[in-house]
């Protein structure tokens, strides 16, 4: 006879985490360091672009020759299946030990799949902080069918110089910080799911991605152009919004209606705007269907110099409307305040223009 007392907890959980966060002025010298704190042994793969070599990837790679490691270089584009298939070849055929992935987020986002894929270790070292995929296990990746977001790797450790991002333009830098914002309309779509489909809930990263939100809210008027200071007072709350998605195991905690508003947006008008800035848009417009403050979101995003309206990301009302009409089709395993069946055009149009979204 079995004991009543096996069945009454079988729960269990594995989260990954970065082990390592180092982010200031000029901390791409201690590279080494970090690489020899966690004893990885060459050769390893640099994941980088064209651009963001001229600007980080020959020193990092001079540094680590100094300190003794042979480095393979793979230049890559956006972040396709096809890219993850030919740089995860060249890490083969280099026998690479782990990976650096220097760059934007494409940049990343491939150097975290091939990481998964080879099964070896990854250091994210951006060059910008567009959105928060510096720090998560999720990677976007584009197709025809726009972008689709896939469980990737964790990074083993993070570096950010501050020295390096500021020489980014600064929309990337206002584009990841709207990216964090919009994390205040995904949480609220997550605990609807809880109530209405009984969908797990985390609280912790639920409340590390509100802190990370409310963060950037609270210092928008310190983040400015040309400024080391708004790179360190963003990429905090940026790296912490990545951290809840491992912590969460999903991107619930920073994922909800907006970005799947965003994603619509991508198929319909590919590469007019960021991600990140479309998600702050969207999610102006999805606080305003919880009932919450959408003025601050907006406020905080206008303050900051992030899109607020259809105009500034460059496409017309009429493919802010259909996006929005839409939107609810991108993931229909994800339940939001869309519902299952989504908004008519005539109402997402009267909310675009009650939030000022279109019609300004």
């Known amino acids: 006879m079995s004991d009543p007392l096996d069945d009454i907890f079988t729960k269990s959980k594995s989260i990954?985490?970065?082990?390592?966060?180092?982010?200031?002025?000029?901390?791409?010298?201690?590279?080494?360091?970090?690489?020899?704190?966690?004893?990885?042994?060459?050769?390893?793969?640099?994941?980088?672009?064209?651009?963001?070599?001229?600007?980080?990837?020959?020193?990092?790679a001079d540094i680590l020759v100094d300190g003794g490691y042979e480095v393979q270089v793979a230049q890559v584009g956006e972040a396709t299946m096809e890219n993850v298939q030919k740089t995860a070849g060249v890490a083969r055929d280099v026998k690479a030990r782990f990976l650096l992935g220097v760059g934007g987020g494409s940049k990343?986002?491939?150097?975290?799949?091939?990481?998964?894929?080879?099964?070896?270790?990854?250091?994210?070292?951006?060059?910008?902080?567009?959105?928060?995929?510096?720090?998560?296990?999720?990677?976007s990746l584009h197709g025809s069918n726009g972008s689709v977001s896939i469980e990737a790797k964790v990074p083993l450790a993070i570096i950010v110089d501050t020295k390096i991002i500021v020489k980014a333009p600064f929309r990337l830098l206002a584009s990841g910080c709207a990216d964090v914002i919009s994390n205040k309309t995904a949480i609220l779509d997550w605990k609807l799911a809880q109530r209405l489909r009984g969908e797990d809930f985390s609280s912790s990263a639920a409340t590390i991605s509100d802190y990370a939100a409310d963060s950037i809210i609270a210092h928008a008027s310190a983040i400015k152009p040309n400024l080391e200071e708004s790179i360190w007072t963003a990429i905090k709350p940026i790296i912490i919004s990545g951290i809840a998605m491992a912590i969460a195991g999903n991107s619930r905690p920073t994922s909800g209606a907006e970005h799947m508003f965003s994603h619509m947006l991508d198929r319909l008008a590919p590469k007019k705007a960021l991600h990140g800035e479309q998600c702050g848009v969207g999610s102006i417009m999805t606080m305003y269907l919880h009932g919450g403050d959408w003025k601050r979101i907006k406020d905080s995003l206008a303050t900051i110099g992030a899109p607020t309206t259809a105009d500034q990301l460059g496409i017309s009302d009429e493919i802010l409307i259909q996006a929005l009409t839409c939107a609810h089709k991108v993931r229909q395993d994800r339940y939001t305040i869309l519902g299952d069946k989504g908004m008519t055009e005539d109402a997402s149009e009267r909310l675009a223009r009650i939030t000022g979204v279109i019609g300004g």
Request: hydrophobic letters at 45%; aromatic letters at 2%.
């Open 16 to 60: 990954s985490l970065p082990r390592r966060i180092l982010a200031g002025h000029d901390v791409m010298s201690q590279i080494p360091d970090v690489c020899a704190e966690f004893e990885l042994k060459p050769p390893v793969l640099m994941v980088t672009g064209s651009t963001t070599s001229a600007l980080a990837g020959k020193p990092i």
């Open 108 to 139: 990343i986002d491939i150097a975290k799949m091939v990481a998964k894929e080879l099964k070896v270790p990854y250091i994210s070292i951006p060059t910008s902080a567009s959105h928060d995929g510096i720090a998560s296990p999720r990677a």
